[in-house]
């Protein structure tokens, strides 16, 4: 992932109601929701999630297919795990993370946190 999509990216999940309805796609899974589910699910009126959506999509975190006459959004699985590629990439200088998921970083002699 480039460094300006991962920006693109940061940006459209650093607002509030963005944030809360990738969350609401990814805990959906693949199949996704109909755009009147989400506005439901998360107070949001319909004009505001349109605005929302097309954020997420702009930044390939979101994708629509039409099933119906209903848009189906969901989240865009292949774009969050390049980001969180990235972002780990160099975790701790190259070492690997442990099974639980923390960092395995050791803490070079003489240096403080």
Sequence with gaps: MKTKDVIATLAALAQESRLAVYRLLVQAGPEGLAASRIADQLDIPPSSLSFH???????????????????????????MNALLGFLTENCCGGNPCSKDGKANCSIKEGVSP
């Excluded at 959506?53 to 006459?69: S, T």
């Design 53 to 79: 959506l097309k954020e997420l999509m702009h930044a390939d975190m979101v994708v629509q297919k039409k099933a119906g006459r209903s848009l189906i959004y969901s989240a865009n699985y292949q774009t």
